[in-house]
């Protein structure tokens, strides 16, 4: 049962450009939410959050927007930078200890 | 100040042998969290311990896994009699308050052949 859907797998963006990484969520219960980058060979690197009770947190090139009536949230970087390239992984709590992961989808910023 | 330690990096293991997963969270961090990422899909929780304590293990399987937290010492995950299925990268992550603000460790991937 995936309760944090990234439908896209892969985006490729050109440098300079906005990216738009995409998340929906079925538990209406999530009061947290937050956006992980990973890199090959190594942990998940915390990026931006947003509670519930927002919809929107800014973070220098880093956006994080959240539609509670679709279940839906988005990540904007912008503008994108090569060293951005990565999976990104959306990720929500449930009031509990755990988190609840999508499956990622991997940027390219193409220079 | 070091970040999350996980060791080994890479572990190979022949089915049916065990699985010893190590995890040093963060100087300060008290709570320590363990996930697995099969391949093609996100981070799945499996437990989340404090000192001495299991405090969710929801997300661990009923057989064969185990995970421990000393008063002294790493976390350790625990894997026996490992199969193939247990092909995965673990994650372990620590907060110092329990929070939403985990620091994650680089991972061991586990390759069971």
């Known amino acids: 049962d995936q309760q944090v859907k990234q439908n896209s797998p892969s985006l490729s963006v050109q440098e300079g450009r906005i990216s738009i990484l995409n998340c929906d969520y079925t538990?209406?219960?999530?009061?947290?939410f937050l956006w992980y980058k990973k890199y090959p060979a190594e942990g998940p690197t915390f990026l931006i959050s947003i509670s519930s009770i927002k919809d929107k947190n800014e973070d220098g090139r880093f956006t994080v927007f959240l539609n509670k009536s679709a279940k839906h949230l988005s990540l904007h970087i912008v503008p994108s930078q090569p060293g951005d390239s990565a999976v990104y992984f959306c990720?929500?709590?449930?009031?509990?200890?755990?988190?609840?992961f999508g499956t990622g989808t991997r940027l390219t910023v193409i220079p | 100040n070091a970040g999350v330690m996980q060791n080994p990096r890479h572990l190979v293991r022949r089915r049916g042998q065990e699985a010893r997963l190590r995890c040093s969270p963060m100087k300060g961090h008290s709570h320590v969290y363990w996930y697995r990422q099969l391949p093609e899909e996100g981070l799945k929780f499996m437990v989340y311990l404090q000192k001495e304590n299991i405090i969710d293990e929801s997300g661990m399987p009923k057989e064969r896994f185990s995970a421990e937290f000393p008063k002294e010492g790493p976390s350790i995950l625990r894997i026996q009699q490992v199969v193939r299925g247990d092909s995965a990268a673990y994650f372990c992550a620590s907060s110092p308050d329990g929070g939403y603000g985990y620091t994650f460790g680089s991972g061991t991937r586990l390759t069971v052949v």
């Open positions: 990720a929500a709590r449930a009031g509990a200890n755990n988190l609840f």
């Open positions: 538990n209406s219960m999530f009061d947290y």
